[in-house]
């Protein structure tokens, strides 16, 4: 209880006691001694709440008001781009082996079953490596169609020069669509050109008459030109083969062909 409280109860209690006290009697002269002693804690009381600093009044503190903060420009970090290793120009090579295809023989490609035909291709260097050598043209995937499933090319073709490969085939004996695949190689067995042929078989044909028989390996032109049915299937290439090389077919005993035509001017 604090020392107002107490003063106050102190106070109520003296005005009791003397409103219920008689004069003169031994109560009476209680009850005065009890209303002195109250008065005397109350003056006790009172000089001892004077004595004390006086209660401190709660004040509220001062609220610190947040200042605006200067608005600053945001600070843009610049991107550094990644260091990226590109690779050195050098001068840029030339695949030496490059080739056109110019000519595929027979067109349409319907046959009869097992029919015989002569395959031929023809074939032009357009790089700037003189295939010449042992250079190869062989099958490679599908079904090989000519009878004989590798071929050495025996000529010098020149950058500019067509090589022209004729090869004995026949027809599958089964009505169907075959596909064959052939790969041309350089000397060091490095395949450089590939080339298709789909053979239709059925009921229908447009091949009307059967290749002579070959003197000699189907490989180049020198077989091809040597015959003048073979030349006429060859096409392209044998007058200028014959020009060329004429006169050593003739010293081997051989005619040079064109479309069927002997060529006699080399």
């Known amino acids: 209880m604090n020392t107002k409280k107490k003063i106050i109860f102190l106070i109520v209690a003296a005005v009791m006691l003397s409103l219920t006290a008689c004069a003169n009697s031994p109560e009476a002269m209680k009850d005065q001694l009890y209303t002195e002693a109250v008065l005397t ?3 006790e009381f009172t000089e001892t709440a004077k004595a004390l600093p006086p209660t401190a009044t709660a004040t509220q503190l001062p609220t610190n008001t947040v200042q605006p903060t200067a608005t600053h420009p945001p600070v843009v970090i610049p991107t ?13 090579s030339v695949n030496p082996y490059q080739v056109e295809f110019v000519w595929v023989d027979p067109y349409p490609n319907q046959f009869h079953p097992n029919q015989k035909f002569t395959l031929t291709w023809q074939l032009k260097n357009i790089g700037t490596a003189t295939w010449s050598g042992k250079y190869r043209f062989y099958h490679r995937n599908g079904i090989q169609l000519a009878d004989q499933s590798s071929y050495t090319i025996n000529d010098v073709i020149a950058p500019g020069a067509i090589l022209t490969i004729s090869m004995p085939a026949t027809s599958p004996e089964v009505f169907g669509t075959y596909q064959s695949e052939w790969a041309l190689a350089n000397p060091e067995g490095v395949e450089f050109y590939y080339v298709y042929y789909t053979a239709n078989v059925g009921e229908n044909t447009f091949i009307t008459s059967q290749p002579s028989e070959p003197t ?15 030349s006429i299937i060859q096409g392209n290439g044998c007058d200028e083969f014959c020009r060329l090389n004429g006169n050593t077919l003739s010293l081997n005993g051989l005619k040079c062909y064109s479309y069927g035509t002997q060529v006699t001017t080399y």
């Open 80 to 92: 550094i781009p990644m260091a990226i290793n590109a690779a050195t120009p050098t001068s840029a």
């Open 216 to 230: 000699e390996t189907p490989n180049s032109l020198y077989w091809m030109c040597s015959d003048p049915g073979r």
């Open 41 to 43: 804690l109350y003056a």
